[in-house]
């Protein structure tokens, strides 16, 4: 196998280490950069560049001054202020306005359960109340007997596999499973 010897592996270390150097002494100089296309606008004041002086978004020029209160009250009752400039408030995320296409959704009323088939309706009644009943033995009965615990156990299990095998065998392909 052809392994770099060590010495190899100590002189991409040396170059690694000349360039990490390098890096900082440039940024670390008394004389900035060349500026490249920078406007008249933002112009450095003169003297030694320093990390302090990177102000690409130009953060540290003046701040907007604020309106005092009372001239944020005249612009809000519509008084014009000393400059006689009316300010329109910024748009935001919330400031749109909804469409109303005038019509409320109204659900239609639900099938009654008298039309239910009524083994339906018992297993439903089994696999829910079941684990119900259940708990409410273990909270209020403690003394119940072995056999009224077995039953209820059997009602769930029966109820729950009534319910499981009367769920359609097939699946239409046409049906993508989205209702309107």
Known sequence: MNRPDSGSADQGANQDDAVWLDLVARLEADTPPPERNVPDSVAKP?????????DPLNLSGAAPMERSAAERLDSQRGEPRDDDTPEAPPAGPRDYGVEDDGGDFVPGEPPSLSGTDPMTMLAWLAAVGGPIALLLSTMFWRSA???????????????????????????????????V
Do not use: C, H, N
């Open 46 to 54: 003169p003297g030694p560049a320093s990390f302090r002086d990177f």
């Open 145 to 179: 007997p072995v056999l009224a615990i077995w039953g209820i156990v059997a009602a769930f299990v029966a109820g729950t596999v009534y319910l499981i095998m009367k769920l359609p065998q097939e699946k239409d392909e046409d049906d993508d499973g989205a209702r």
